[in-house]
């Protein structure tokens, strides 16, 4: 385990459902991210967490909805997804923002939307 | 401007010979590079970074980089290949420009690794 732990590993809904991705660490970081990572494109970043402040929304579509309540845990809430939204979702901390310093990545969720 | 550029998308080599991953980057302010390593179903592991110290950096399992700012380079190096590095390697740059942080993934090499 790297110390960021993301929970459910796999999920798979359909697209009317509403469903939730949790991300917990607790490396004593202050900031937390969501990305994208689809087949054969760049990680995308979506989300990034300051200090519990949002400070990055890449351009998500409002079908994801991020909550950070405290420092060491992220979620990810999802509702009417499409189908091209399936792909890993992985979760990262880092202290200062990363840069500098280096990310330490969750093993991910594998989303299905069908 | 800040982009990153991994030259192959695939990399084969023979157990027991090295490992050569090249990622080339385009920065305005002085970078931070990293790579990383994901094997299959997993998230990403980070192998080793540069932070304007030594130009040479070692990391983990025997993987070295070196940071060659004339060339704008920072290739994955390791002498001798095993069966467990095969998995998908990324470079990153990340910059701070303005008080704005920013962080530039590359697109991917697939090391396969033949026994």
């Known amino acids: 385990e790297t110390g960021v732990t993301q929970t459910p590993r796999h999920l798979v809904m359909g697209m009317t459902n509403k469903k939730s991705l949790k991300c917990e660490q607790h490396?004593?970081?202050?900031?937390m991210y969501w990305y994208k990572q689809s087949a054969k494109k760049p990680l995308e970043l979506m989300f990034v967490?300051?200090?519990?402040?949002?400070?990055e929304n890449n351009s998500v579509p409002s079908r994801f909805s991020p909550e950070c309540p405290n420092s060491s845990h992220l979620f990810l809430h999802l509702h009417t997804l499409q189908p091209e939204d399936s792909a890993l979702y992985l979760c990262?901390?880092?202290?200062?923002?990363?840069?500098?310093?280096?990310?330490?990545f969750g093993s991910g969720t594998r989303l299905t939307v069908v | 401007a800040q982009s990153v550029t991994q030259l192959d998308s695939h990399v084969s080599v023979s157990e027991g010979t090295p490992v050569l991953l090249r990622c080339n980057y385009s920065?305005?302010?002085?970078?931070?590079l990293f790579w990383y390593v994901q094997h299959p179903n997993k998230g990403l592991q980070l192998l080793l970074k540069?932070?304007?110290?030594?130009?040479l950096v070692k990391g983990i399992n025997g993987f070295e980089a070196e940071f060659k700012k004339s060339e704008t380079s920072f290739h994955l190096t390791k002498p001798s290949a095993h069966m467990s590095d095969a998995a998908e390697y990324f470079c990153?740059?990340?910059?701070?420009?303005?008080?704005?942080?920013?962080?530039?993934f590359g697109t991917g090499t697939k090391l396969q690794v033949i026994p």
């Open positions: 990262a901390s880092s202290q200062e923002d990363g840069v500098g310093y280096g990310y330490t």
């Open positions: 490396l004593g970081h202050n900031a």
């Open positions: 967490y300051n200090f519990k402040e949002q400070t």
């Open positions: 920065s305005s302010y002085s970078p931070s």
């Open positions: 540069y932070t304007s110290a030594a130009t």
């Open positions: 990153v740059v990340t910059g701070n420009s303005g008080g704005y942080q920013k962080v530039t």
